[in-house]
């Protein structure tokens, strides 16, 4: 097996080999020697077992791990995969197994927990997938408009509707050639995310006879399934925000031979089995698993009064969509791209593909069940026929690219398979910007990336225009807001005034009396709570309530008056926005980094979405995991960034080299001369 792995002056891995399994090993050596930690973090994450070093805090996800059959799902998957994508994964599979070892040895946090590492099984990698995107969709939602319709009444379900707080988006843009100085098409985005170090995405470069592909992988993973140009062809994805994920409301009994179910054709055995997880300086803790014909159930069980169980379409289908990844490394086309992504199951994604011939791709790919509407709604009973899924979407919605093509999470394309997308400030500011221009070029794209306007203040600035009976220091405070250009940039002080002044607004909403009932959140597992909070539901719904009905024309203004008369009398000495909105990465374990991360730009409904919780806390944790524009005229045009670094060993040179570049908007580029690459490992 001859293998070659190189690295540019940013320590992204450049892997060459003599095939596609080949290379596929070589990609798993290599997530193991740079990323051991992490990809052994996300493996216990998807088995379920991550408390045995990680302590009790890490027991709720372990729960639900294990609750929801991710293993089993993945190997379910993973058996039924062809037999050339089944080789190809476990190349990757066996090339992580070889380097392992050498890897946890560079990673101090091995020793930290006295984690050894363990042995990955072919099917690890779809686990990892399935890890990563289990709450991708946002299933706990309904959750949520279940609580708000018990409590408000049926009609309000959708009151809290908007970008919810959990969810993960992007944006994404395809400029035609008609419209860039080189004739070429350009593609560009950023996936958003919660801001994990190390970094969801890597950047790498695979090259064997069969292709030659750069893009950002996820490590534990093989292949590139988001984000790729292969030299002739490249593509990009964004969170389609489809609903494809069903809750049932189970009833369960116990029986002389096991646990029965109650379905539309009555009551019918379900599975069940317990199991053990393991916790670090705590008791071991059993889990009881139960299978209903609907799906695993992740809340409640057979003695409680309320089970849910989870319906979603990889345990139906026994299919994750692996097959599109080496199809996608194969790619030439546009059509190439279009006939992988037939293939594709979850998460359900918004597709832009551009290739060097002039062919174009707008599409959505995935997997979205047919069903009665208020299965994408609410939690529906499991016992009642009309609730069951009726076959699937298809064809998956797809539209003409003329001149500029936006996906940023809004009602759109994808509009027939949702319920809850991001408002269209994002995609509207975008197109904005890119009909400014007919001659852009890679470089030009970070004005897009980078941009700051808060389009969502105008609804609370309005309301505080309206305000003329305030004391002498509120008063400044609304003409000064009022004369702010809505630019939530790191050194401005009136966007730190105005993320005040909406933070005193999104409590006063948050404690309405016709709210009271929402504030304590019902008895589900810890892990939902993010989307059963109210102040989190409020602050990212606050654009739609203060329009909305439920709250009064005199009630908006008297919580718009006191949060800028709150603001006004507190006396703090002005901070600029950067100083509060600091980015707060996840670590699954700190290693030794200073407390104080950087401040950052931007905020949720901006172009430069670093997402923080108004109302609870200025800090950042969500935000683009990745930047990225590929170039069609020349693929070594491209650029690309990702928060941290190429490294995950702590100390690593390239450990976290790309921050400053990230923080300015900037981006490193795509590399794929050999002369301007240094060799690190040969076996020929």
Not at 63 to 74: I, Q, S, V
Not at 311 to 320: A, Y
Not at 352 to 371: C, E, F, I, N
Not at 476 to 487: G, P, V
Request: glycine share 8%; with cysteine.
């Amino acid at each position: 097996m001859s293998i070659e792995v190189h690295r540019d002056a940013w320590g992204i891995p450049h892997l060459r080999a003599d095939g596609p399994d080949e290379l596929a090993f070589a990609q798993g050596r290599n997530a193991a020697a740079d990323r051991a930690w992490q990809i052994e973090v996300e493996r216990h994450r998807s088995q379920g077992t991550t408390a045995a070093f990680l302590g009790p805090e890490a027991l709720g996800w372990d729960r639900l791990a294990r609750r929801a059959r991710l293993d089993d799902t993945a190997r379910r998957c993973f058996e039924s995969l062809d037999d050339g994508t089944r080789a190809w994964v476990t190349a990757y599979v066996d090339g992580v197994n070889s380097g392992l070892a050498e890897g946890a040895r560079r990673a101090p946090q091995f020793a930290a927990t006295g984690l050894a590492p363990g042995r990955w099984e072919p099917w690890t990698p779809l686990g990892i997938w399935l890890s990563h995107h289990l709450l991708f969709a946002g299933f706990p939602s309904k959750l949520w408009r279940e609580e708000v319709a018990r409590h408000l009444g049926p009609e309000t379900a959708e009151l809290f509707a908007t970008d919810g707080p959990a969810t993960s988006g992007s944006n994404g843009w395809l400029v035609t050639g008609d419209r860039t100085a080189s004739g070429a098409a350009l593609i560009a985005g950023d996936p958003h995310r919660f801001i994990e170090d190390p970094g969801i995405y890597q950047q790498i470069h695979l090259k064997c006879p069969e292709y030659d592909v750069v893009g950002l992988a996820v490590p534990g993973v093989p292949g590139i399934a988001h984000f790729g140009h292969t030299g002739s062809v490249a593509w990009a994805i964004t969170n389609a925000m489809a609903d494809y994920q069903d809750l049932y409301r189970e009833r369960l009994r116990r029986t002389a031979t096991g646990v029965e179910a109650l379905g539309p054709d009555g009551w019918r055995p379900a599975t069940a089995h317990t199991e053990t997880v393991e916790v670090a300086g705590a008791d071991p803790v059993t889990v009881e698993i139960v299978e209903t014909d609907r799906g695993p159930v992740v809340i409640g069980g057979p003695d409680d009064t309320e089970a849910i169980s989870l319906r979603c379409p990889p345990r139906v289908r026994q299919d994750l969509g692996f097959a599109t990844l080496p199809a996608l490394l194969r790619a030439t086309t546009v059509a190439d791209v279009d006939r992988a992504f037939d293939h594709w199951a979850e998460p359900v994604n918004v597709v832009q593909a551009a290739d060097t011939r002039g062919g174009l791709l707008h599409r959505v790919a995935g997997k979205v069940p047919l069903r009665h509407a208020d299965n994408r709604l609410r939690v529906v009973p499991a016992w009642d026929a009309v609730h069951a899924w009726q076959g699937w979407h298809e064809p998956m919605p797809r539209a003409e690219v003329d001149g500029v093509a936006v996906m940023a999470n809004q009602r759109g394309l994808a509009a027939p398979l949702g319920v809850e997308f991001a408002p269209p400030h994002r995609a509207d500011r975008i197109r904005e910007l890119l009909d400014a221009s007919d001659c852009w070029t890679p470089g030009d794209m970070a004005t897009v990336h980078t941009d700051t306007l808060l389009a969502s203040a105008r609804p609370l600035l309005a309301l505080l225009g309206t305000l003329d009976d305030l004391g002498p220091d509120a008063a400044r405070l609304r003409d000064r807001l009022l004369r702010w250009d809505r630019r939530m940039d790191a050194d401005s002080t009136d966007a730190a005034l105005y993320a005040a002044v909406r933070s005193a607004v999104v409590r006063r909403v948050a404690a309405h009396p016709a709210l009271a009932a929402l504030r304590e959140p019902p008895a589900y597992p810890d892990i939902f709570l993010p989307w059963l909070s109210l102040t989190q539901r409020t602050a990212f719904a606050l654009e739609h309530l203060l329009t909305d009905r439920l709250l009064s024309d005199a009630e908006r203004s008297a919580f718009v008056r006191a949060a800028v008369e709150e603001v006004a009398g507190a006396g703090a000495p002005e901070r600029p926005w950067g100083e509060l909105h600091r980015l707060a990465p996840w670590q699954s374990l700190p290693d030794g980094t200073p407390e104080e991360w950087p401040g950052l730009s931007g905020d949720h409904d901006c172009v430069l979405s670093t997402t923080s919780v108004p109302g609870l806390t200025d800090l950042g944790a969500r935000g683009p995991a990745a930047r990225y524009v590929w170039d069609l005229a020349d693929r070594d045009n491209s650029l690309w960034v990702v928060p941290f670094g190429a490294s995950g060993v702590t100390g690593d040179a390239h450990r976290r080299d790309q921050l400053p570049l990230w923080l300015r908007g900037e981006l490193a580029p795509v590399v794929t001369d050999r002369q301007k690459l240094t060799e690190e490992y040969r076996n020929a």
